[in-house]
């Protein structure tokens, strides 16, 4: 079955470093997407991307973030000097239809 | 602000018992509500889209139906057994189409 991969699994980063979370969604797919969950809270939206370029971003999704697709297959989130409240769980996501597959989440620790 | 509602928030049950959950969502502008689970730190697990009306979708022991009128959906687990323990997440989305809008979600923990 097609997956969405996600790396790194597992982060630990000082404050104010940057960071890049990479995804590969499945090939076909057409809309990407990020998703974070803070510990404890709900899974929020971040970002939406189509057509090489944002199609919709949240409040969340200020300028310390950014996403790509550099190559046509990698999608990455930037987060340019991270704080200590972006720990979290990231979700990359890809969909073609109404369905939505989801990474295995990257765990980003800010100390 | 698209607000989805889940209850309850989490559920204790005995192996064997059945239960429920619901999904309250807008009533305006459906597209599709999504039912997921979730163990934590893994990828949330598509249980079922349901797009009309009326929809009644089964998995197993687990089955979901849907009333787009008046904004719910519930989720019902025959027979719940100990691997059934997971968060379970309903997810509207709008005719926009342009992202899910999540609920809070169920977290249910089965006994042996």
Redesign the interface.
């Known amino acids: 079955e097609p997956e969405?991969t996600q790396t790194p699994s597992h982060q630990v980063t000082q404050m104010g470093q940057e960071v890049i979370l990479r995804c590969v969604p499945i090939s076909n797919h057409l809309y990407f997407?990020w998703?974070r969950q803070i510990l404890g809270q709900?899974?929020e939206?971040l970002v939406?991307f189509y057509n090489n370029e944002i199609?919709?971003k949240s409040e969340i999704f200020d300028d310390q973030f950014s996403v790509e697709r550099p190559d046509g297959s990698n999608f990455t989130l930037k987060i340019r000097s991270t704080k200590l409240e972006d720990s979290a769980?990231y979700?990359c996501a890809s969909s073609v239809l109404?369905?939505?597959?989801?990474?295995?989440?990257s765990?980003l620790t800010v100390v | 602000i698209l607000n989805v509602e889940q209850s309850p928030q989490s559920l204790h049950v005995q192996e064997g018992d059945s239960t429920n959950f619901t999904c309250s969502f807008p009533s305006s502008n459906f597209?599709?509500l999504?039912w997921y689970r979730w163990e934590t730190?893994?990828?949330?697990e598509?249980l079922f889209?349901m797009?009309l009306n009326g929809d009644e979708k089964k998995k197993g022991r687990i089955s979901a139906t849907l009333n787009t009128k008046e904004g719910y959906s519930y989720l019902y687990i025959k027979g719940s057994q100990p691997e059934d323990s997971a968060t379970y997440?309903c997810a509207f989305?709008n005719t926009g189409?342009?992202?899910?809008?999540?609920?809070?979600?169920t977290r249910l923990l089965v006994s042996p």
Do not use: D, N, R
Request: no cysteine; charged share 10%; aromatic share 24%.
């Open positions: 969405v997407y998703y709900k899974v939206f939406s199609s919709e769980m979700f109404s369905t939505i597959y989801f990474g295995e989440g765990w | 597209y599709a999504h730190a893994k990828s949330p598509a889209v797009t997440l989305v189409f342009q992202k899910l809008v999540f609920g809070t979600g």
